[in-house]
DNA sequence: ATTAAATTCGAATAATATCCGAATACGACC
DNA sequence: GGTCGTATTCGGATATTATTCGAATTTAAT
């Protein structure tokens, strides 16, 4: 990991579709070194994959929710039960196990409030567990995910 | 947007550099008519770019904190200079003005506990206009970023 | 300075994306 | 149900890009 790697990957995490050749024009490389850094940070596992970045409003999703979740205990396996209903829930975007007040904090998109009031009654109140949901609503995303912030190390 | 649409949309939103051909057998269409269909998707805006996914964790970023923002004043300025700042500043990965309680979310990923008092220190608590800040750790990603749920409209 | 390993470069080849005309499917209207 | 116009599809031709490989160069250690 030189500064030439740092450059890569930051390229790449804005858009990885550019040709090779060009990025290896922008770091300063040959074509050929270039894809051969790139596939040692595949392999690597610094890059965990090439995913399209989909438009939420364009598809129909205008609001965004953050919700914290308390659960009734926090014994391992009502963790468990409810880790399990997260995944196979198709409505949650995102999940994490928080340290402090909340138990989890879960993203999720919804096409309006009223989508959401349905995925609030149907799918995250069913969830296994909970004891108290906060849902907190973004009003407008100033800085849309911007990835890691890859500094040279 | 149909059908076809929708799996084009969910397959690239999980790998964006299959080869189009494979797309295509997936889909149940030709290679020419899945790329039309995918550039019809780009200039329709519904794809908004190709990325990158970085593993945080094995580019040595092994915290990450979620920070509520309150401040001073919900004046049209105050927010202005705040989110002005928020831009320029690349510790943070992302920002959203809330309703509710808090003013902002923001989203931090940082080396090591040390790492994020400094940056506490030196950027966050420098932002201008803030009153009040709460972080919240992330003990462990449950369930990471799974894109937009696409679903047939 | 000398050596060994790692990295680079440039060119050849393989794979993939893109373009285009012809054929097919689809919808609106009668 | 038939007819027309439009949109979409398919398959092949071409252009671009990815990948591989040997030789040359750089790097780092002694």
Not at 51 to 74: M, N, P
Not at 114 to 139: K, T
Request: proline residues 3%; hydrophobic residues 40%.
């Amino acid at each position: 990991m030189d500064r030439i790697d740092v450059k890569i990957l930051s390229y790449l995490q804005e858009d990885c579709r550019m040709p090779i050749s060009t990025l290896a024009d922008k770091v300063g490389l040959s074509t050929s070194a270039c894809h051969r850094r790139i596939k040692l940070l595949e392999s690597g596992g610094q890059i965990s994959g090439y995913v399209a970045r989909l438009d939420a409003k364009a598809l129909g999703y205008s609001i965004e929710i953050f919700v914290e979740i308390t659960l009734h205990s926090q014994s391992e396996d009502t963790l468990e039960q409810f880790e399990r209903a997260v995944q196979k829930a198709p409505e949650i975007s995102e999940c994490h196990l928080m340290a402090g007040q909340a138990d989890y904090l879960l993203r999720v998109v919804a096409k309006n409030v009223a989508d959401y009031e349905q995925i609030h009654r149907n799918a995250l109140s069913r969830l296994p567990g909970v004891a108290h949901m906060q849902s907190s609503f973004s009003l407008r995303t100033v800085r849309p995910w911007a990835g890691v912030p890859v500094i040279q190390s």
